[in-house]
């Protein structure tokens, strides 16, 4: 019986990493029957236990992504020679490097209006697209305090479940206005529909997404920098700048050495 073959892919879906794995997987390398998993860092993503790893190596604008370089250089005698590697013990080998146009957008909560972007407080994204865009920050969001998240989708996830949580709070607010005279004492107010527009999450998974960003920043207008497939799906997300900036991005096949995958510590 064949085993199933998995790869690892830093995530979430949608990501710049998942569409590259998307591109390269299956593909003559592995079988048609590939699962994609998505980790939540690429330090996660490396240290899994799957068949395969994919994961963003570098791009023309910003150079190398310093994480993916980190892991590579944390486990010596990853290389062509895979007898040697065998022998040292080593986890993974590049099997194989993957150039990929990388499109960056401006996505903002849909309350926000194109004249309302100088009021953006925060703009969220993995560091690499951050870095990649300084240019267009600087001149677009002048007040907007950068913050680093695991990768681009995340920061597009985290945005949404802000927005709404936004505005369900206006939602409320609205009410209580116009009708706190008339409730009674024992329900006083609506009930809390803590994350009822959560684009599908749990409370919990919600937390944890929010993590990313610090509270401070939380309660005011922010944005986000991703694709365009990672708004797909999120309500309440609107894009407002396409191709904020095009770059060439490169990524990264592994392929777990012999005996070293176990599909067992994923997130
Ligand atoms: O895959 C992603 O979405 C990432 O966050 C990594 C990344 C960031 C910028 C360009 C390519 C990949």
Known sequence: MSSAVTAAYLGPANSYTHQA????????????????IPYTSIAAAYESRETYAVLPLENTIFGVVQET????????????????????GARWRIVQTFDKRVEHCLVVSSSCSDEQLDKIAWVASHEQALGQCAKFIKQRLPCAQLVKTPSTAQAAEALALLSSRQKLRQQQQQQNDTTTIS???SSAHPAHPVCSENNGQSADEAEDELEIIPKQLQALPGAAICSEAAVEGLEGL???RKGVQDVAGEFLVLEACKGTAANSDRS
């Open 238 to 240: 609107r894009i407002t």
């Open 183 to 185: 409730y009674p004492s």
């Open 21 to 36: 794995a998307l591109a390269l997987l299956p593909s003559s390398l592995t079988r048609p029957t590939t699962t994609l």
């Open 69 to 88: 370089l980190g892991c590579l250089l944390s486990s010596e005698g990853e290389g062509d020679d895979e007898d040697e590697d065998e022998k040292k």
